[in-house]
Nanobody, 122 residues
């Protein structure tokens, strides 16, 4: 089995910064794309940022220039550095891996972490 565990959420004032981290655990051989999604109260889950295994990134328009996604393939981690946070960034943030191959040849699709709450408020 593989698991994704997020950390780093919390309460921050508008204009502040937070760094989210997500670590995948298990007998992992390779992870394809990893990403961060968020779901605000009463809204659908949306893609925030995504990074492929070769480092290509894409961002939703509302976070461009403020959020930076990065990954460490050796550590099976993906991070989201968030600056200039706004109240509208308040949401539960979820880590996602679209495909994970383990050392036994088992492939896991669309794995999610449990979510971490980010609250931007004064």
């Amino acid at each position: 089995q593989v698991q994704l565990v997020e950390s780093g959420g919390g309460l921050v004032q508008p204009g502040g910064s937070l760094r989210l981290s997500c670590t995948a655990s298990g007998s992992i051989f390779r992870i394809n794309a990893m990403g961060w999604y968020r779901q605000a109260a009463g809204k659908q889950r949306e893609l925030v940022a995504r990074v492929t295994s070769d480092g290509s990134t894409n961002y939703t328009d509302s976070v461009k220039g403020r959020f930076t996604i990065s990954r460490d393939n050796a550590k099976n981690t993906v991070n989201l550095q968030m600056i200039s946070l706004k109240p509208e960034d308040t949401a539960v943030y979820y880590c996602n891996a679209d495909s994970i191959l383990d050392y036994f040849g088992v492939r896991y699709f669309d794995r999610w972490g449990q979510g971490t709450l980010v609250t931007v408020s004064s």
